[in-house]
């Protein structure tokens, strides 16, 4: 059912108003969407106005339903921004200049409406073009709070192979990886198989080959052997000119959540994600259509899980973190702790694993939301 706008008249509003910003240009829009949905289902709308906002996938900043009804997976689809538009030929515009937080609806022909000045961005956004620090930059550029990673943190988040190089720098074990840059693949293409071959006979089958620059296990594919290396990485091309290359890693997936309290991040209790098969790996239909089932607290000993919570604590740190960050690692089998990724903007429905550690840990969805608001609305703008 769609929700009445609680926007009031200009000059009578008392609550922040929020623009939820979700969608976007990467191939994870559609999750973005989904991910909105569940997050304007549980504002509190006596607590805030919420103006929701999508982008399309071609780039366009749009007013949408306020419906999470229409938001959510069905039959297996993911539903799009354009499902949601209100005005085909209307956009969103909010100015850069950071002593006007003005939000506008401009529509060719017609005069500009204003729609408030917003106080907080919620970008539930996840990919290229929204979670790797350039909607971020925009922000600050606009003068407008946030939450989440700021620049900086988000480009590392988004970036796997600075994202490894910057926790080995700070001392986390990460997993043998190795990098096939553009130029490199562009040049050499067989160079680059020989590299990879040589990097398998000294690490062994399988390998995973990624995107460097894109998240939900979009475009991974597991190599068991050297046939299918050009294959995979035609697959990893087709969402990112960047590819890494990483060795497998035996041992638990643990995933463990972040977020800011007044007085400093805390860590949740962590969870564990079973691996679908014994050959398989935890993809994209695993996690959102598939529903894989997670172990919400992870099987671990006190001490494990201590030392979870702390290297998750660290890695936060580490990528100079705000906001929330959910921290995926290894357990490998010889009892150590192997970072694989941070996700500066995890999967954020009730049933994705970031609110469910922290339903275990003892806050409740809503108010994670409430709690992630109130942190941008705490922070300013500027150099993070």
């Known amino acids: 059912m769609t929700q009445q706008s609680t926007l009031p008249r200009s000059g009578s509003r ?6 939820l910003l979700f969608g976007g240009r990467s191939s994870e829009h559609g999750i973005s969407v989904v991910t909105a949905g569940a997050v304007l289902r549980a504002i509190d709308r006596t607590k805030y106005d919420v103006l929701p906002v999508g982008i399309t996938r071609d780039g366009r900043w749009v007013l949408t339903a306020d419906d999470p009804e229409r938001m959510a997976m069905a039959d297996r689809q993911q539903p799009t921004v354009e499902q949601l538009i209100a005005s085909d030929r209307s956009t969103i515009v909010v100015s850069v200049d950071p002593t006007d937080r003005t939000a506008v609806s401009s529509e060719r022909g017609a005069e500009p409406k204003v729609l408030g000045e917003v106080d907080v961005v919620f970008p539930v956004l996840h990919g290229p073009y929204g979670e790797d620090g350039t909607v971020q930059g925009l922000l600050e550029l606009s003068g407008i709070p946030y939450v989440g990673a700021g620049v900086l943190a988000s480009a590392i988040g988004q970036d796997k192979e600075y994202m490894k ?5 700070f001392g986390l074990a990460v997993g043998p990886y190795l990098v096939i840059r553009p130029r490199e693949w562009q040049s050499d293409p067989a160079g680059a198989l020989t590299r990879i071959s040589g990097f398998a006979d000294g690490y062994g089958w399988p390998l995973f080959v990624k995107p460097a620059r894109a998240g939900s296990s979009i475009g991974i594919t597991r190599v068991d052997g050297r046939e299918g290396l050009e294959d995979a990485i035609a697959e990893a091309h087709r969402h990112d000119a960047k590819i890494i290359v990483e060795a497998l ?13 007044p007085d400093g991040p805390r860590a949740s209790v962590p969870a564990e994600i079973p691996a679908p098969d014994a050959s398989s790996y935890y993809d994209f239909e695993a996690k959102y259509l598939d529903s894989t089932p997670g172990m919400v607290p992870a099987p671990l000993t006190d001490t494990q899980t201590s030392e979870v919570r702390r290297l998750a604590l660290k890695a936060f740190e580490a990528a100079s973190c705000e906001g929330l960050v959910r921290a995926d690692f290894f357990l490998t089998e010889e009892g150590q702790f192997v970072i694989n990724e941070i996700n500066t903007m995890p999967g954020f429905t009730p049933v994705s694993m970031y609110p469910q550690m922290w339903q275990a840990t003892g806050i409740r969805y809503g108010d994670l939301v409430d709690r992630l608001l109130q942190a941008a609305l705490r922070r300013t703008t500027g150099l993070r």
Do not use: D, K, Q, Y
């Not at 190089?165 to 720098?169: A, D, L, T």
């Not at 890693?249 to 309290?261: A, K, M, S």
């Open 165 to 169: 190089r910057v926790f080995s720098s």
């Open 14 to 19: 008392r609550r922040p108003l929020v623009v």
């Open 249 to 261: 890693v035996r041992g638990r997936e643990i995933e463990c959540g972040v977020l800011e309290f």
